[in-house]
């Protein structure tokens, strides 16, 4: 889908930012582009839609050497998003979206349409955000916009450039996860430009690790932490890469769908039968909409008469995208030894303990260096 | 608000004071200017604002543009220093020095606020599009936005609002420099305060000056409000 063949750009100066790069990505597969700032990787990726002009080398997109086709009509057919997100502040929500398709003449209707389909997508209520301003959104609302303008159009590609560094690391975690949902759905091609090695490992089906301007490790990311070409990668990859591990694997992977579930008022009486019937200490606690409310452990079952004076309330949960690592750490800052998995409603799908991941980790270190 | 009530409170008291002094019999050794001669000395200084200022309009805003644009930005410095320099210099000494290069009347008084008036123009028309964050327009250009409609659908509209500042600022300058033109016989409201000055009357000083001002607060405050309409709805958030 895009495939760069010894891609060099010198400067006039004589700097050479990129030498004699090449890889090839696949249709629907995201490709990030690692590496410490100034190995290139920004300018790897804006040679694809020629907002930096090639020197040598070439790059196909969709079999078509880019430089073939007209470059405004290149940039139209993959989408952009980068790291300062660069919303138009004059335009509303609506107007940013539909910057493309409006360029592409699409008729207002179907403007409208497909901007409320986006607005979904990226988890933004239509009637709520659609004709705001980008100074009235927060900015995780502005990344959710800038990449929800980026898909326009329905690009078949994506190039993004650190779209998701401006922002706290709660809310990164967040668009991290929704932006993998949502690529799940919508399969596009895309080049993902970061410096966060974490980052890289979660979101990438491969990954480019380039430094001082060339390609040095093109893999996998199971196989660049556990089979690293050389130093440099070995160095990059950090020597805590069994912990880094616990980002290749997703919560849904291996947590445990539908668990004991109780409802919050019914009695400790039944709850105590339940729990000895299946064995386990603890219950996870729902409302009549099966909604997370907390737990109920057997130790303080025979201080009330109904769950919900015994239980203990918690709002610590994790989404079945998450990857290992941050179910990890939501355990260890809250002495949890199990964790719900929540939907986006909130709705228990399932949970995850610490055995569990313990043993996922076990695995995968096996796996990467065995492959 | 309250601002408003005080400009229009300036405005009663300025006009106030030009309609008792021109209502006056006799100030000293001299009548006041009749009404007559106040409305076409102001409709004269009136023309010459406006008139200097499309000039400075027409010419400064289109090349402070330009000169943000590939291909033009050396020019920057020197047509920015050049105007610099052009407001740097006294503006009685402007006004003086038309008379040698240019000669008396209304064309070199033109001349000389057009000098005057141009630095705000084109410093402030400059800035609007260089200020821009350059990731908005990097962000046009990624998606495919031709130089001309990322010139027209986004630097414009963010730039119109500091532009305008730069009109409101150069008009208000201009005002008052366009009393210097009655040195070089151009008249305006600068003759009634000349004649005042001359006769020793200070009244007669004060008969010119404050319609002056009146002019200059006026003006001001109409552009303020052109600029506020113009300003896009999405950049009037307090963020």
């Known amino acids: 889908m895009i495939e760069l063949e010894k891609v060099t750009k010198t400067y006039p100066d004589g700097t050479e930012a990129v030498r004699d790069v090449s890889f090839e990505v696949d249709k629907g597969e995201l490709c990030v582009l690692l590496g410490p700032s100034g190995c290139g990787k920004t ?4 040679m694809v839609n020629r907002l930096i002009p090639i020197t040598t080398g070439k790059i196909f997109v969709d079999g078509v050497e880019n430089t073939e086709i007209d470059e405004d009509e290149l940039r139209r057919n993959i989408g952009y998003a980068i790291q300062d997100i660069g919303l138009f502040p004059h335009m509303t929500v609506a107007q940013n979206i539909e910057t493309v398709p409006a360029l592409r003449g699409w008729p207002k209707d179907k403007r409208r349409q497909r901007v409320e389909k986006l607005l979904e997508l990226i988890g933004m209520n239509p009637g709520e955000f659609i004709d705001k301003y980008p100074g009235e959104l927060s900015g995780g609302q502005c990344q959710r916009v800038g990449v929800g303008r980026a898909l326009g159009a329905d690009p078949p590609i994506l190039l993004m450039d650190e779209p998701f560094g401006a922002i706290d690391p709660i809310t990164r975690v967040r668009l991290q996860d929704e932006f993998l949902r949502i690529q799940q759905e919508i399969k596009k091609t895309i080049i993902f430009v970061t410096h966060d090695i974490y980052e890289a490992i979660k979101m990438g089906d491969k990954i480019a690790l380039m430094d001082q301007g060339q390609l ?12 690293p070409k050389n130093e440099f990668v070995e160095n990059f990859v950090g020597a805590d890469r069994a912990l880094k591990g616990l980002q290749l694997i997703r919560v849904k992977e291996i947590m445990t769908s539908s668990p004991p579930l109780v409802e919050a008022d019914e009695g400790t009486a039944t709850v105590e039968q339940r729990m000895q019937y299946e064995g386990i200490d603890w219950l996870v606690v729902v409302d009549d909409e099966g909604k997370f409310l907390g737990w109920v452990d057997r130790a303080n079952l025979a201080a009330g008469q109904l ?3 015994i239980m203990n309330s918690s709002a610590t949960t994790a989404t079945a995208n998450a990857v290992l690592s941050e179910a990890l750490s939501l355990m260890l800052s809250s002495g949890l030894k199990i ?6 409603a909130n709705k228990v799908e399932g949970m995850l303990s610490f055995d569990a991941i313990q043993k996922a980790l076990s695995e995968i270190a096996q796996r990467g260096e065995s492959e | 608000m309250r601002r408003h009530v005080i400009l229009v409170s300036l405005l009663v008291v300025l006009v106030g004071l ?9 100030i000293g050794v001299m009548e006041p200017f009749t009404y007559g001669e106040m409305l076409k000395e102001t409709q004269r200084h009136l023309l010459m604002v406006v008139t200097a200022e499309l000039a400075v309009i027409l010419i400064g805003v289109p090349l402070g543009i330009l000169v943000t644009r590939p291909g033009f930005r050396k020019l920057a410095t020197p047509v920015i220093g050049g105007a610099n320099a052009g407001q740097s210099i006294p503006s009685l000494a402007i006004v003086a020095i038309m008379v040698p290069l240019l000669g008396m009347g209304f064309g070199p008084a033109i001349a000389a606020l057009f000098i005057w008036g141009l630095l705000p123009i084109l410093r402030n028309s400059y800035a609007a599009i260089n200020n821009i964050n350059p990731a908005i327009v990097e962000a046009a250009r990624g998606m495919g936005m031709t130089r001309g409609q990322i010139a027209r659908k986004i630097e414009l509209p963010l730039a119109l609002p500091v532009i305008m500042t730069g009109i409101r600022v150069s008009t208000v300058v ?41 002019m200059a607060i006026g003006l001001g405050f109409i552009l303020e409000r052109i600029e506020k309409w113009m300003t896009p709805r999405g950049l009037r958030i307090e963020v």
């Open chain 2, 174 to 214: 201009v005002v008052g420099t366009a009393t210097l033109a009655a040195l070089i016989a151009a008249g305006g409201l600068g003759r009634i305060i000349l004649a005042g000055v001359f006769s020793g009357v200070p009244l007669i000083t004060l008969q010119g000056a404050a319609p002056t001002a009146a």
């Open chain 1, 43 to 46: 300018t790897t990726m804006k």
């Open chain 1, 339 to 344: 964790l719900a998995i929540v939907d986006r």
């Open chain 1, 307 to 309: 769950v919900s004076d």
């Open chain 1, 216 to 227: 040095v490790q093109y893999d996998t990311p199971a196989s660049l932490l556990y089979r």
């Open chain 2, 18 to 26: 030009t309609v008792w002094i021109t209502n006056m019999d006799k």
